[in-house]
């Protein structure tokens, strides 16, 4: 029987993290001793607390789909934390949540660029913004974001990419892989160029240095994507949400349930638990993370590896290497090879990050103390 090809998903890249993953769980299974900075992932567990109000919700029978933007109770936590945190008013209604903020992404773009249209996203960015954007039709330019410029996006520059095809610009603040925060007047001339912002947001409670903001901060001309991946060290529940512009709720509404149907009920219950009731906990998680933060950066500029900007949110560290001749996947693996610390290639996140290495800091400060010494010896 013939087989259909599958090869106009060929451009669609697999994320390189996963690969130095791969290469790092072969080393060590061979006995080898790896320190993990490669994933974006907390290495703190759920909190009991929120695991347990899962627990009771599997108990309660509360198993079934429910209605596609998420249970009321759940969207009521979410409009309850963007006032308590952004003083942002918001309804229910404007709320759709879902397993975790990846799909999100997808909607948000297909919502409202339409195929053969414009995004502008950065590069570099999350890896999988330019391979959603392709998958949903949509042409994603990219406009260059460089350490010189402390790895801040220059509005003019957007500007300059603006064509009559653009139909969103898709912005992450605190940024990964740089840990970058766009400051408020980025944020507030981004939103007066009066095209609509797709906001991801899911760092945004990874804030060290000075104020966070929402983009409904500045205008309602935008959908903001959330989740409880990262501040509450929830990855592996799958759950996030999206807050747009009641003009667009009904259409969204209408592709989630044919994606996804539901996030599940109980795990809507964790998550809810976790936003009302785990500020506190998450809190001193967060303090930790910056603690890890401040250590890593004095050593990195102890040992002469300086970053030579400011990450001052999410847990990443974005480090441009010594030697440039090298390629960063190449580099990554070699460094794997040979001291045992997983990071991933700075080509993972576009063209822009050759050069680089992301560092995760979403681990002890034990850890991270040995891999960077070993890392020392390594470019010494
Ligand atoms: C910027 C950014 N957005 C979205 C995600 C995906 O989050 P989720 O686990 O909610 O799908 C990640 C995960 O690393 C991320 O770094």
Redesign the pocket.
């Known amino acids: 029987m013939k087989r259909n090809t599958v090869s106009h998903l060929e451009h669609i890249s697999s994320f390189l993290a996963m690969d130095v993953f791969a290469k790092a769980q072969k080393l060590e299974k061979a006995g080898r001793d790896i320190i993990h900075l490669e ?3 907390p290495d703190f567990p759920t909190q009991f607390m929120f695991s347990d109000a899962g627990i009771q919700a599997i108990r309660e029978s509360q198993t079934r789909y429910t209605h596609t933007q998420g249970t009321e109770s759940f969207r009521h936590a979410v409009v309850d934390k963007y006032l308590r945190k952004f003083s942002v008013k918001l309804a229910p209604s404007q709320i759709l949540t879902s ?7 997808f909607l948000a773009i297909s919502l409202l660029v339409p195929p053969q249209h414009e995004i502008i996203i950065t590069d570099i ?2 890896p ?2 330019d391979n959603l954007a392709m998958l949903a039709g949509a042409n994603p330019v990219r406009v260059k974001i460089c350490i010189e410029d402390g790895f801040q996006l220059n509005i003019n520059k957007v500007k300059k990419a603006i064509t009559s095809k653009t139909r969103a610009v898709l912005i ?1 603040s605190p ?3 740089t840990g970058t925060v766009m400051p408020y007047n980025s944020m507030k001339e981004l939103a007066a160029l009066g095209i609509p912002i797709i906001s ?1 947001e ?2 945004s409670d990874l804030v060290y240095e000075g104020e966070a903001y929402s983009m409904l901060n500045f205008t309602d001309n935008c959908i903001v ?1 959330n ?4 501040y509450y060290a929830m ?1 592996g529940w ?3 949400y999206m807050i747009m512009n009641p003009a667009w709720v009904s259409v969204a509404a209408k592709i989630h349930q044919n994606l996804m149907i539901s996030a599940a009920h109980f795990v809507q219950k964790a998550g809810e638990t976790a936003i009302l009731k785990g500020e506190a906990e998450c809190k001193k998680m967060a303090v930790e993370f910056n603690k890890r933060r401040k250590f890593i950066l004095n050593r990195l500029k102890e040992c002469g590896l300086d970053p030579g900007y400011n990450p001052a949110g ?1 847990f990443y560290v974005f480090l441009k290497y010594p030697d440039q001749s090298k390629k960063s996947l190449n580099l990554s693996m070699d460094i794997l090879e040979k001291t045992g610390v997983a990071m991933t290639p700075g080509i993972d996140f576009g063209p822009g990050g050759e050069g680089f290495i992301r560092i995760s800091y979403a681990n002890s400060l034990k850890n991270i103390d040995e891999a960077i010494k070993r890392l020392k010896k390594y470019f010494s």
């Open positions: 994933f974006g992932e397993c975790g903020c990846s799909p999100l992404i960015c999350y999988c913004y992450n940024m990964n892989p991801d899911i760092y994507l989740g409880l991946s990262k990855t799958r759950l996030g999410a």
